[in-house]
Every structure is written in structure tokens, then in C-alpha cells.
């Protein structure tokens, strides 16, 4: 099956700098790579996704990269601010979109630093 | 529109009692899913259904049950807890796009 590798565990970043999330997934036929943000006591929420046809995908100030050679995915967030500190996750699948049976990653806790 | 709403949001329970955690969505998805949360590891999925009638295992089925009701509600059974089952629960649903994850029920079992 599946294997998402996700780094670093934690990560600080001063307010304005850029935060980087880097992800490894094992399986050449996934197709599907979702990032979520997840807040204290809330379940995780879709902040950007992007299939395998596509090697990047912006939204503001949230970028994701694909590799699919490398099998490799990243999340940047530029000018960061105070609200994007919380828990990221990395996940990458291979099915019908919307169906997709998400393998995530471990997560990455993020603090933004005022 | 509510989204994906669970219940109870806490629950402690003692090693081998049963319980259900309850799960519905206003948003007419088809699928549904039940995945736990555990420290350093991340999402896994415990059980989805495809669409009504349907349910399928995920990851970590084993000491679970489920029950898609409708198309609204899909439940996750616990028979016997134990207390490798402590963990925050999330159930999600989607259509065309992305899934929606509910808030969550945070489940200790002493």
C-alpha cells in the first residue's frame, strides 16, 4: 500500500518569512495530493490539492509543487501570519476524485512567531 | 448548512463497554468515512462507505463496526473497548470534491 512521508515534524518561522512542508509518497499510481490544516480541537480542512497532471498549483499566498519522478510533493506558504500557525498533513491517493481512499502523512506542527 | 457534525464530542469509556459514535452530513455526499487520530501518526481510515448500502475496511478495522443508516448518517461501532482504541475520532464525507472532516470525538478508554 501507500507510504507518505512527511518533514519536518515541527517547524518555527518568524511572521513574514516562508514555511516549506516537504512529503514523500511510495506509490507510483497515486494521483490525488490534498494539504490540510488542522486547528486545535477542530478536524482537518482542505487548504489546497493537486492532481498528477499538473506540477504546481498557487492559491494566494499557498503554493504546492509535484515530482512525480522523485515521488515528492511540497506545501509553501509565503508572507506567513499569525493565523497559519496549526498542524499541516500531507496525504496522496490513487482513485476517483472525491472517493479517494487518503493515506496521510505524520503532520507537521507549524508556529508562526510574531 | 451544518456540514458533518458527530456526537458525543468526549466520551471515556472502561475496557469493554460498547459504544457508538454517531455521524451525519447535510451536504448529499455519497461517501462517508470514519478515520482515528492517534499522536505521530497521523489520519487512518477505519471504514468508508462508497454510498448507501456499501461500506468497505480501511486501514484499521479490526474492533470496529459500521452502519451506513441513509445517506446522511454513517455510525461506528465499538463492541468491546479497549484501551488501544483511545483516540480522536474524525468522520468526513464527499461528493465530487473535497471531503469535509467533522469536528471530532475524543474517546478514552481506561
Redesign the interface.
Known amino acids: 500500500g501507500e507510504n507518505v512521508e512527511q518533514h519536518p515534524s515541527t517547524l518555527s518561522v518568524q511572521e513574514g518569512d516562508s514555511a516549506v512542508i516537504k512529503c514523500t509518497y511510495s506509490d507510483s499510481a497515486s494521483n490525488y495530493f490534498p494539504w490540510y490544516k488542522q486547528e486545535l480541537g477542530k478536524g482537518p480542512q482542505l487548504i489546497i490539492d493537486i492532481r498528477s497532471n499538473v506540477g504546481e498549483k498557487k492559491d494566494q499566498r499557498i503554493a504546492v509543487t509535484l515530482n512525480k519522478t522523485a515521488k515528492h510533493f511540497s506545501l509553501h506558504i509565503t508572507e506567513t501570519q499569525p493565523e497559519d500557525s496549526a498542524v499541516y498533513f500531507c496525504a496522496a491517493s490513487n482513485g476517483n476524485f472525491g472517493n479517494e481512499k487518503l493515506t496521510f502523512g505524520t503532520g507537521t506542527r507549524l508556529t508562526i512567531i510574531p | 448548512n451544518a456540514g ?1 457534525t458527530q456526537t458525543p464530542k468526549f466520551q471515556v469509556l472502561k475496557t469493554g463497554q460498547s459504544m457508538t459514535l454517531q455521524c451525519a452530513q447535510d451536504m448529499n455526499h ?2 462517508m468515512y470514519w478515520y482515528r487520530q492517534d499522536p ?6 477505519i471504514y ?1 462507505s ?1 454510498s448507501e448500502g456499501t461500506t468497505d475496511k ?2 484499521v478495522p479490526n474492533g470496529y463496526n459500521v452502519s451506513r443508516l441513509n445517506k446522511r448518517e454513517f455510525s461506528l461501532r465499538l463492541e468491546s473497548a479497549a484501551p488501544s482504541q483511545t483516540s480522536v475520532y ?1 468522520c ?1 464525507s ?6 469535509y ?4 470525538t475524543r474517546l478514552t478508554v481506561t
Not at chain 2, 40 to 45: A, E
Not at chain 2, 94 to 99: H, P, Y
Open positions: 458533518v455519497n461517501s505521530g501518526m497521523g489520519l487512518r481510515l468508508y462508497a480501511g486501514e474524525f468526513a464527499s461528493g465530487q470534491a473535497q471531503k472532516f467533522g469536528p471530532g
